[in-house]
C-alpha cells in the first residue's frame, strides 16, 4: 500500500546508515595501515569523486527506468534481448551482489562487537578454553563470536515480526549518529595535533619499506571505496519507495552526509593519535576520545558506536534480504525467495541471507576483530564492484542507444562524460584490488559458486 512506502527522508536514512556504519568507526585505523595521511586524503578525493559519478548513475537510471526496481541484477537482464541471456545476467548479478552482502553485514556486525568491548573488555581476553594443534580458541574470540550472532539473530527476529519498523529504527539510529558525529568534530578539534600527520606524504609500513604517494592511493582505495559501499541502497530499496525521483535525491543527499562525516573524521582522528597507535588500534574513535575527555569520552563514542552499528546491521539485512527475494519476484532467482510473511517480511530470503552471514562470522574466532574485519570489508567490497560496473554499462547503452530520451528530456552527452568517468573509475578500482590476491580471489571464488549453482537452481526456466 502507498501509505507503508518509505518517502526520502527514511530512504536517505538507509543510504547514510549503510554507508556510515563500520567503516568510519574501523577505516582510521585500517588507512593508518596503507597510507600516510596526505596518501589517505587523496584516496578520499578520489574515492569520493569516483562514487558520486556512480551515484549519478544510479540515480539517472531510478528516474528513466523506474520499473526496474531490482537495481543492477534488472539492470543487467536488461542489457540484452535475449531473455536467456538476460535472465542468467541478471542472476549472476543478483547472486554477486547478494554474496557481497554477507560479507558486508558481517564486518559491520564485527565492528559492533569491537566497540562493544568498551563495555567488556573481557571480549579482549587471550585466555585459551580450547586447544587443537596450532589453533587455540580464546575466550575474548569466543564471545566475540558469540556477541555477533546474538545480534545478527536478534535483528532477524524483530524483523520477522515487523519488517516496516528497520525504516523507524534506522531512522532514530542516523539521527544519533549523526548528531554523535558532530560532538566528535567538535572534541577532536581541540585535540588535533599535526605531527601525528607525518612527513607530508612519507609512508613506511612495518617492515620499513616505502611507498610513493600514487602507491599509498592505490592501496588505500579499496578501503575507502569500503566507506561508500550502500549508496545503492535507495536504489535497491525501490521497489519499497513512494517515488522514484524521492530515490535518485536520497542516493545524492546521503553520499554528500557521508562525506563531510567521513573526511572530517578520519582527518581528525589521524591527528589526535600517532600512526603507531592507530594501526592497532581496535576502537580508534574511541580511542581518539581517550585524551581529552579523560574516562567518560571512551563510553560516550563507544554507546554511540554500538547504537550506529546496530542501525546500519538493521540497513545491511534489510538491504540483503531483499536481494533474492526481489530477483525471484522477477523470475532470475528460484521461486523460494519470493514469499514474504502476513507482515511484509521475505523470510526464506531473510533466513538463507542471515544463515550465509554467519559464516564469515566465524572469522571472528581465527583472528582479532581488526583481522577479521579487513577480510570481510575487502572480500565484500571487491564482490560489489562488478555490479556496479554492470550498472555503468547499462546507463552507457541507454547513451549510445538514446533509449528513454525521447521521453525524457536530458543531455546524453552530459551523461556520456559521468558514465564514461563512472566506467574508468570502476575498472580503475577492480584493478587495485588485484593487489591482494588472496581475498580477490575469494571473492571470484563467489562469483563462480553461483555459476555452479545456476543450472541446478535454475533448470526450468534455464
Not at 534488472?74 to 548479478?93: E, I, N
Not at 558486508?104 to 568491548?117: E, M, N, P, Q
Request: charged letters at 10%; a positive charge; glycine letters at 8%.
Amino acid at each position: 500500500m502507498k501509505n507503508n512506502k518509505w518517502g526520502l527522508l527514511i530512504l536517505t536514512t538507509f543510504v547514510v546508515g549503510n554507508m556510515v556504519g563500520g567503516g568510519i568507526f574501523m577505516l582510521p585505523a585500517q588507512l593508518a595501515q596503507v597510507s600516510s595521511p596526505l596518501g589517505a586524503t587523496m584516496a578520499w578525493i578520489v574515492t569520493g569523486l569516483g562514487v558520486f559519478l556512480i551515484a549519478l548513475v544510479f540515480g539517472n537510471l531510478a528516474v528513466r527506468k523506474p520499473d526496474l526496481k531490482a537495481g543492477p541484477q534488472s539492470y543487467a537482464q536488461s542489457l540484452f534481448k535475449s531473455p536467456v541471456k538476460g535472465r542468467f545476467a541478471g542472476y549472476s548479478m543478483a547472486w554477486g551482489y547478494w554474496a557481497a552482502n554477507w560479507a558486508a553485514t558481517a564486518s559491520v556486525i564485527i565492528s559492533f562487537a569491537g566497540y562493544l568491548s568498551t563495555f567488556f573488555p573481557i571480549m579482549h581476553s587471550s585466555k585459551v578454553l580450547f586447544k587443537a594443534g596450532s589453533f587455540d580458541l580464546e575466550l575474548g574470540k569466543a564471545l566475540t563470536f558469540g556477541v555477533c550472532s546474538l545480534a545478527l539473530w536478534g535483528i532477524h527476529f524483530i524483523l520477522v515480526r515487523s519488517f516496516n519498523s528497520a525504516g523507524k529504527l534506522n531512522l532514530v539510529a542516523t539521527i544519533t549518529k549523526v548528531i554523535g558525529f558532530l560532538f566528535f568534530i567538535i572534541v577532536t578539534i581541540f585535540i588535533f595535533d599535526s605531527s601525528n600527520l607525518g612527513d607530508g606524504a612519507e609512508f613506511y609500513n612495518e617492515a620499513g619499506t616505502s611507498f610513493s604517494l600514487g602507491s599509498q592511493i592505490n592501496n588505500a582505495a579499496i578501503s575507502t571505496l569500503w566507506a561508500f559501499i550502500g549508496i545503492e541502497a535507495a536504489v535497491m530499496l525501490s521497489n519499497r519507495a513512494k517515488s522514484q525521483n524521492d530515490v535518485k535525491k536520497a542516493t545524492i543527499i546521503g553520499l554528500l552526509i557521508a562525506v563531510a562525516i567521513y573526511i572530517g573524521i578520519t582527518i581528525l582522528t589521524m591527528g589526535a593519535l600517532s600512526q603507531e597507535e592507530l594501526r592497532t588500534s581496535q576502537k580508534p574513535l574511541v580511542d581518539a576520545l581517550q585524551s581529552v575527555a579523560g574516562s567518560s569520552g571512551p563510553y560516550l563514542m563507544g554507546a554511540l558506536a554500538v547504537i550506529c552499528l546496530l542501525g546500519s546491521t538493521i540497513g545491511w539485512v534489510v538491504v540483503a534480504s531483499e536481494v533474492p527475494y526481489q530477483a525471484a519476484k522477477s523470475d532470475i532467482f528460484p521461486a523460494y525467495f519470493a514469499k514474504a510473511n502476513k507482515n511484509g517480511t521475505p523470510v526464506r530470503s531473510m533466513t538463507v541471507t542471515n544463515l550465509m552471514t554467519q559464516l564469515f562470522l566465524f572469522s571472528t574466532i581465527s583472528g582479532t576483530i581488526l583481522v577479521a574485519y579487513q577480510f570481510s570489508m575487502i572480500v565484500a567490497t571487491l564482490a560489489y564492484l562488478v555490479p556496479y560496473l554492470v550498472s555503468t554499462l547499462y546507463q552507457l547503452k541507454l547513451v549510445l542507444t538514446g533509449e528513454t530520451y525521447d521521453i525524457l528530456k536530458g543531455s546524453r552527452t552530459r551523461d556520456g562524460i559521468i558514465t564514461a568517468l563512472a566506467l574508468i573509475y570502476s575498472i580503475w578500482v577492480i584493478k587495485t584490488g588485484t593487489a591482494d590476491m588472496r581475498t580477490f580471489m575469494l571473492g571470484i571464488y563467489l562469483y563462480l559458486l553461483g555459476f555452479v549453482l545456476y543450472p541446478l537452481w535454475m533448470r526450468k526456466r534455464a
